[in-house]
């Protein structure tokens, strides 16, 4: 059976993410008390995120911030805007990510921007996929099949 190049497209389209969930929204800030003021940080300057007991902590080209919220909480509001957790105290903007390197236990060091690097645990590595969508030259890098793949092969 031939499948036309407009249906491939059409196929390629149903599969890939949706443009409004992989492009940070710029209106939204997150509000966070600092010295008796109230800061505003736009999501897609955070690089990184961590659990410090009841807090968070964000971290940022400008700085880090504190904000009095679980990770749980924080991750589902942040992975709109490109935020995987790769740990379970760690969250990371995906937009960051430069570096990817497996591990012989079947973990990952990923490392951002800066340099800062991280380990991807094995209960947190298949969210690993999410940066994988579309990847190109790196077949099998991940275990699962990224959308991208299985369109190419329809």
């Known amino acids: ?70 990770i749980s909480s924080i991750a589902g509001k942040l992975r709109p805007y490109g935020f995987l957790r790769i740990h379970r105290s760690v969250l990371v903007n995906a937009s960051f990510v430069e570096e990817l390197q497996p591990l012989p236990t079947g973990e990952y060091t990923l490392r951002i921007r800066g340099g800062k690097e991280y380990t991807v645990t094995r209960t947190y590595k298949s969210n690993l996929k999410d ?3 579309c990847w190109i030259g790196v077949d099998g890098f991940v275990e699962q099949d990224a959308p991208c793949e299985r369109a190419s092969e329809s």
């Open 1 to 70: 059976m031939h499948v036309s190049t407009a249906e491939r497209a059409i196929r390629l389209v149903e599969i890939l993410p949706q443009p409004q969930k992989l492009s940070p929204q710029k209106r939204e800030k997150i509000a966070i008390k600092v010295n008796g003021r109230i800061r505003f940080i736009a999501p897609d300057d955070v690089m990184a995120v961590h659990a410090e007991g009841n807090y968070v902590l964000l971290q940022a080209d400008a700085g880090s911030y504190l904000l009095r919220v679980s």
């Open 131 to 133: 940066l994988a969508v």
